[in-house]
């Protein structure tokens, strides 16, 4: 007789533990990550959308906003990769936000890609480095994916517009021997 039961690897454990860490450090942004800062290694850096890196201090201050904004939810949407190796992890996923301006009372949506780097430290899966893209509202812009329709679009027309380009260009080649 065969045991139907599913048996969870360490890997599979370990993916899981990776996940719900992202959900609980992006979900306690609006308190400053007061919940989880346990949950960021001691040297952890932050990767900006412009480029700048920042110690979590200064990603905390960056992040924090007024209190006429109110998050009302911040969480991974997608995971498009997720390597582990040993002690070392990296993920490539969406982020969902939203959140509501109430001093003229809008709410955005908005998602962005990032990339994380997580080390198990102690046992326990923590953001050793973490890299944001920009963020874009959801409601007018193509959701976030891997080589989706508007980039291929893009390439095509770039790869007609070179094509064309190159054939209506007369090239004279001279030699200096």
Known sequence: ????????????????????????????ISNK??????????????ITKVGDMTTLNIWIDIVETPDFIKNLECEPLEYFKLSINNDLAYVIFSLKTEFKNDQNNTEYKLSSGHLAILKKIDNLWKLECL????????????????????????????????QQDVSNTNVKISSNN
Do not use: W
């Open 1 to 28: 007789m065969t045991d139907n039961k599913v048996i969870n690897t360490s890997k599979d454990l370990d993916e899981k533990n990776i996940k719900e860490t992202l959900k609980l450090i992006f979900s306690s």
């Open 131 to 162: 890299q944001e893209s920009s963020r874009r509202p959801t409601n007018n812009a193509p959701r976030i994916c891997i080589d989706s329709s508007h980039i291929k679009t893009a390439i095509e027309g770039k790869k007609n517009n070179t």
């Open 33 to 46: 990550f007061v919940n989880c800062k346990h949950l960021f290694s001691e040297d952890y850096i932050n």
